[in-house]
Protein backbone atom coordinates (compact mmCIF):
# COMPACT_ATOMS: atom_id res chain seq x y z
CA UNK A 1 0.00 0.00 0.00
CA UNK A 2 2.45 2.25 0.99
CA UNK A 3 4.41 1.70 -2.32
CA UNK A 4 1.23 2.34 -4.28
CA UNK A 5 0.92 5.94 -2.39
CA UNK A 6 4.09 6.86 -3.60
CA UNK A 7 4.05 6.30 -7.05
CA UNK A 8 0.67 8.08 -6.85
CA UNK A 9 2.99 11.08 -5.12
CA UNK A 10 5.88 10.27 -7.21
CA UNK A 11 3.29 10.80 -10.67
CA UNK A 12 1.54 13.80 -8.81
CA UNK A 13 5.10 15.37 -8.73
CA UNK A 14 6.13 14.98 -12.06
CA UNK A 15 3.49 15.72 -13.47
CA UNK A 16 3.65 19.05 -11.49
CA UNK A 17 7.10 19.57 -12.71
CA UNK A 18 5.51 18.92 -16.25
CA UNK A 19 2.69 21.63 -15.75
CA UNK A 20 5.17 24.30 -15.25
CA UNK A 21 7.93 23.23 -17.86
CA UNK A 22 5.01 23.69 -20.36
CA UNK A 23 4.27 26.75 -19.00
CA UNK A 24 7.46 28.06 -18.95
CA UNK A 25 7.98 26.83 -22.86
CA UNK A 26 4.58 28.20 -23.92
CA UNK A 27 5.80 31.52 -22.36
CA UNK A 28 8.45 32.96 -24.71
CA UNK A 29 8.02 36.46 -23.15
CA UNK A 30 9.44 37.44 -19.81
CA UNK A 31 6.71 36.39 -17.76
CA UNK A 32 8.05 32.78 -18.28
CA UNK A 33 10.91 33.11 -16.63
CA UNK A 34 10.16 32.32 -13.19
CA UNK A 35 10.51 29.62 -10.77
CA UNK A 36 13.58 28.44 -8.77
CA UNK A 37 15.51 28.95 -11.81
CA UNK A 38 15.12 32.61 -12.57
CA UNK A 39 17.14 35.72 -11.27
CA UNK A 40 15.40 36.52 -7.57
CA UNK A 41 14.31 33.07 -6.49
CA UNK A 42 10.93 30.30 -5.83
CA UNK A 43 8.17 32.08 -7.83
CA UNK A 44 9.80 35.65 -8.84
CA UNK A 45 10.03 36.22 -12.62
CA UNK A 46 11.21 38.47 -14.96
CA UNK A 47 8.67 40.87 -13.19
CA UNK A 48 10.19 40.90 -10.02
CA UNK A 49 14.23 40.69 -12.03
CA UNK A 50 12.53 43.77 -13.89
CA UNK A 51 11.71 45.50 -10.99
CA UNK A 52 14.62 44.42 -8.75
CA UNK A 53 17.11 45.85 -11.32
CA UNK A 54 15.38 48.50 -12.25
CA UNK A 55 15.28 47.62 -16.57
CA UNK A 56 14.28 50.18 -19.08
CA UNK A 57 12.05 49.84 -21.28
CA UNK A 58 14.71 48.99 -24.17
CA UNK A 59 16.33 46.62 -22.19
CA UNK A 60 12.90 44.71 -21.16
CA UNK A 61 12.88 44.57 -25.17
CA UNK A 62 16.31 42.82 -25.40
CA UNK A 63 15.13 40.53 -22.66
CA UNK A 64 11.50 39.56 -24.56
CA UNK A 65 13.63 39.35 -27.56
CA UNK A 66 16.66 37.01 -26.15
CA UNK A 67 13.36 35.02 -24.51
CA UNK A 68 11.79 34.40 -28.26
CA UNK A 69 14.88 33.37 -29.49
CA UNK A 70 15.19 31.04 -26.85
CA UNK A 71 11.88 29.59 -27.24
CA UNK A 72 12.90 27.79 -30.40
CA UNK A 73 15.77 25.93 -28.47
CA UNK A 74 13.11 25.32 -25.75
CA UNK A 75 10.24 23.72 -27.63
CA UNK A 76 12.03 20.41 -28.96
CA UNK A 77 12.93 19.90 -24.81
CA UNK A 78 9.00 20.79 -23.95
CA UNK A 79 7.54 18.09 -26.46
CA UNK A 80 9.96 15.33 -25.81
CA UNK A 81 8.86 16.15 -21.76
CA UNK A 82 5.64 16.18 -22.28
CA UNK A 83 6.04 12.45 -24.11
CA UNK A 84 8.31 11.73 -21.38
CA UNK A 85 5.25 12.44 -19.48
CA UNK A 86 2.62 10.59 -21.32
CA UNK A 87 4.77 7.41 -21.11
CA UNK A 88 5.05 7.41 -17.67
CA UNK A 89 1.17 7.56 -17.15
CA UNK A 90 0.62 5.28 -19.81
CA UNK A 91 3.10 2.95 -17.67
CA UNK A 92 1.43 3.50 -14.76
CA UNK A 93 -2.11 2.94 -15.50
CA UNK A 94 -4.20 1.29 -13.69
CA UNK A 95 -2.18 0.86 -11.07
CA UNK A 96 0.71 -0.82 -13.33
CA UNK A 97 3.88 -0.54 -11.91
CA UNK A 98 7.12 -1.69 -13.82
CA UNK A 99 10.19 -0.74 -11.97
CA UNK A 100 12.42 -1.32 -14.69
CA UNK A 101 10.14 0.84 -17.41
CA UNK A 102 9.81 3.42 -14.76
CA UNK A 103 13.48 4.06 -13.86
CA UNK A 104 13.90 4.08 -17.59
CA UNK A 105 11.11 7.11 -17.86
CA UNK A 106 12.64 8.68 -15.03
CA UNK A 107 15.98 8.45 -16.50
CA UNK A 108 14.79 10.41 -19.38
CA UNK A 109 12.55 12.90 -17.50
CA UNK A 110 16.43 13.87 -15.43
CA UNK A 111 17.78 14.14 -18.71
CA UNK A 112 15.47 16.47 -20.31
CA UNK A 113 15.15 18.01 -16.94
CA UNK A 114 18.64 18.67 -17.02
CA UNK A 115 18.55 19.97 -20.87
CA UNK A 116 16.25 22.27 -19.64
CA UNK A 117 18.50 23.67 -16.95
CA UNK A 118 21.76 24.06 -19.16
CA UNK A 119 19.29 26.26 -21.33
CA UNK A 120 17.57 28.03 -18.71
CA UNK A 121 21.07 28.87 -17.27
CA UNK A 122 22.81 30.04 -20.71
CA UNK A 123 19.44 32.38 -20.93
CA UNK A 124 20.37 33.92 -17.94
CA UNK A 125 23.68 34.18 -19.06
CA UNK A 126 22.58 35.84 -21.96
CA UNK A 127 20.88 38.23 -20.33
CA UNK A 128 23.33 39.19 -17.61
CA UNK A 129 26.43 39.64 -19.77
CA UNK A 130 24.27 41.35 -22.86
CA UNK A 131 21.64 43.35 -21.13
CA UNK A 132 22.47 44.54 -17.59
CA UNK A 133 24.68 47.00 -16.84
CA UNK A 134 27.71 46.49 -14.43
CA UNK A 135 25.49 48.04 -11.34
CA UNK A 136 22.28 46.10 -12.56
CA UNK A 137 25.22 43.16 -12.70
CA UNK A 138 26.09 43.63 -8.91
CA UNK A 139 22.65 44.40 -7.74
CA UNK A 140 21.78 40.46 -8.74
CA UNK A 141 25.00 38.71 -7.44
CA UNK A 142 23.33 40.50 -4.14
CA UNK A 143 20.06 38.83 -5.29
CA UNK A 144 22.04 35.55 -5.84
CA UNK A 145 23.72 35.74 -2.85
CA UNK A 146 20.46 36.28 -0.76
CA UNK A 147 19.24 33.45 -2.36
CA UNK A 148 22.62 30.99 -1.13
CA UNK A 149 21.82 32.49 2.01
CA UNK A 150 17.88 30.93 2.08
CA UNK A 151 19.03 27.67 0.62
CA UNK A 152 21.54 27.21 3.44
CA UNK A 153 18.87 27.98 6.50
CA UNK A 154 16.55 25.99 5.23
CA UNK A 155 18.95 22.83 4.46
CA UNK A 156 20.12 23.69 7.89
CA UNK A 157 16.67 23.79 9.46
CA UNK A 158 15.94 20.47 7.90
CA UNK A 159 18.84 19.08 8.99
CA UNK A 160 17.98 19.98 12.25
CA UNK A 161 14.37 19.07 11.66
CA UNK A 162 15.44 14.94 10.71
CA UNK A 163 18.18 15.34 13.64
CA UNK A 164 15.11 15.96 15.99
CA UNK A 165 12.55 13.18 14.12
CA UNK A 166 12.31 10.03 15.64
CA UNK A 167 12.64 7.13 13.86
CA UNK A 168 9.47 5.85 12.41
CA UNK A 169 8.65 2.16 12.85
Not at 44 to 64: P, W
Not at 114 to 143: D, G, M, P, R, W
Request: with cysteine; aromatic share 2%; hydrophobic share 40%.
Amino acid sequence: MKTKWMVVASVLALLLCGAAMVAYAQGPGPEGMGGHHGMGGPGHGMGFMARELNLSDAQKEQVKTIMKANHANMKPIMQQMEQNRQALLTATANGAYDPAKIQALANQQAQLQAAITVQHEALKHQIYTQVLTSEQQAKAEQLRTQEINRITEHLQKMATATDAAPPSE
